[in-house]
């Protein structure tokens, strides 16, 4: 059996899909040690691997403090680092999330980097197009995503500054990286301009994560008993600070026959919402697989893995995208007839109200809802993710 070092970036959003994959290999037989910082201990620990932990630069969310970017350059240094002085003692290197310096990693190793993306791929192509259909984003980000020579520019002054690599084109990063092997969570059909992809690039579909329990008991027999419409909203962990969302969502079903699970991915933590009326239930943290099984429409971000795990269970989404990839995402979605899209300025309690209508009363189907599940739930999982990095050992 192999041994294999995953690098990981500490995010939840880039880090929960590899918790699976990793699971699967250790289930396999093979030895897994993960690079990632002390705040993630558990999680590593609950895949059956082994945590090599390196310091934690990037502390609390950038939405909350911005100027924790300048640290992303010491970061990335330090894992390249890591991950160098390491990998030649393990049979595979397994690149996980946002890898600015990855083409580095790959010269300087003599065994396989896999590169494994929390997201569907980008290029030239992809940018320009869903850019060009992304209202959402601010005009300034927009007319720069679709203009080569302001993009390479600003990723030039951006990577050289805060992700330690040459910085030549943003799209260098979010596209396959690896010359052995690419894998996403992505589907092949949720992927745009799919044929634009080599076969190094594979698509294993949502990978769900181990999880312990969070000692929080959620009413799931609540939802499968529930005769109405469920709904589920989440900002996810990263913009979850948004209380006007929470309040608007809570606002537009109040008292309705819907059942509204609003999950504030917060520790511990509530918002302060007001008065809610009974058929609100507001949680810190939920089963979201489970309760994404019972929901009838999903009011999210746009977060990769919010958005790949509704899809899969065939749930229709509304999706207001804050940052990131997330503006991507959601006109991928919409594109598909997955999704509609409300812009964050756009949001208010009657604009929800009345979106949510639509699409529960059928007459806003979404046509793009059953053939998006289907490619999904036929995508190989973990499975074929294990499948292909054992066939480089």
């Not at 869903?130 to 959402?136: D, G, K, S, W």
């Not at 009657?350 to 490619?375: K, Q």
Request: negative net charge; hydrophobic residues 45%; aromatic residues 8%.
């Amino acid at each position: 059996m192999a041994r294999i070092l995953f690098s990981g970036i500490p995010t939840y959003g880039q880090a929960n899909p590899t918790f699976g994959l990793a699971a699967a290999l250790v289930a396999s037989g093979h030895t897994v040690d993960y690079l990632m910082p002390e705040a993630f201990r558990t999680e590593v620990e609950q895949c059956g691997a082994t945590v090599l932990p390196y310091a934690d630069y990037l502390h609390g969310k950038p939405v909350d403090r911005p100027h924790q970017a300048l640290g992303a350059r010491f970061f990335f240094d330090d894992l390249t680092r890591q991950v160098v002085g390491r990998g030649n003692d393990y049979d595979v290197v397994v690149a996980t999330g946002l890898q600015p310096q990855f083409a580095d990693i790959e010269r300087r190793l003599s065994v396989p980097v896999v590169r494994f993306s929390p997201m569907f791929w980008q290029n030239e192509r992809t940018v320009a197009e869903l850019a060009a259909q992304a209202r959402a984003l601010p005009p300034l980000v927009r007319h720069g995503l679709t203009n080569r020579w302001l993009r390479q520019g600003a990723s030039q002054i951006i990577g050289r500054a805060l992700f330690g690599n040459h910085g030549h084109d943003v799209i260098d990063v979010l596209g396959p990286q690896s010359s052995t092997l690419n894998l996403t969570v992505s589907s092949r059909y949720l992927q745009p301009r799919a044929d634009d992809f080599d076969d190094t690039c594979v698509y294993l579909g949502p990978i769900a994560r181990p999880r312990a329990s969070t000692g929080l008991e959620f009413p799931i027999e609540r939802l499968r008993q529930h005769p109405g419409p469920v709904i589920y909203a989440s900002l996810g962990t990263i913009y979850n600070g948004w209380t006007g969302y929470y309040r608007r969502i809570a606002q537009a079903f109040a008292n309705t026959e819907a059942l509204v699970v609003l999950s504030l991915a917060r520790p511990g933590g509530t918002y302060d919402l007001g008065p809610v009326a009974d058929n609100i239930l507001v949680y810190p943290y939920v089963p979201q697989t489970e309760v994404l099984a019972q929901a009838d429409l999903c009011f999210t971000h746009g977060g990769f893995g919010t958005i790949t795990e509704a899809a899969a269970a065939a749930v229709p989404m509304v999706v207001t995208p804050l940052g990131g990839d997330q503006f991507l995402n959601a006109y991928r979605l919409h594109e598909l007839d997955a999704a509609r899209v409300i812009p964050a300025w756009q949001l208010s309690t009657e604009r929800v109200a009345h979106t949510a209508d639509l699409i529960l009363a059928g007459s806003g189907t979404l046509a793009g809802v059953a053939p998006l599940a289907a490619s999904l739930q036929e995508a190989g999982g973990t499975a074929l993710g294990v499948a292909q990095i054992e066939e480089l050992l």
